[in-house]
């Protein structure tokens, strides 16, 4: 542990759940993990692989990912949410990688939390924060044959191509 954690902290951090894995991702899976006696809602956000962006046809999308600094940036942003939203209790965070097709998950965040509004707003915080700081990369597979690596978000927000 940890020294500037506490107890409690501790304690919630290993209640929630964090993964990239090759598996398929099940929203009947991961909700439950996110399940908690003092909840009154459970928001589930779910990003799934869409047939198109900006208009061009996407056949499939590859990810890849630093999977032990992903992991470390999951569980800073459920330590942020702890820190903003403090009746939250559970954080789940799966990621995807791999080969994925049109209308499969690429990635699960569920949040447990005994009211609807801060369980939506973290959820958003978590998948936003997700996007800008994990180590997780796309590549875009076009109808035409070719294919893409979509920036980082932390490298755009720096005007770089990574």
Partial sequence: MATNQTVSETQQIRKDSFAISFAPLSIEEIAPLADAPANGAIVVMSGMVRNQTDGKPVVSLEYQAYEPMAKQIFLQIAKDIRRKWSDVNRVVI?????HLQVG??????AIGCPHRAEAFAACQYAIDTLKHNAPIWK???????SSSWVSIGACEQLGESC
């Fill in 94 to 98: 799966h990621h995807r990688i791999g």
């Fill in 104 to 109: 499969e998950i690429s990635v699960l965040v």
């Fill in 139 to 145: 590549k875009e597979h076009w109808a035409d044959g």
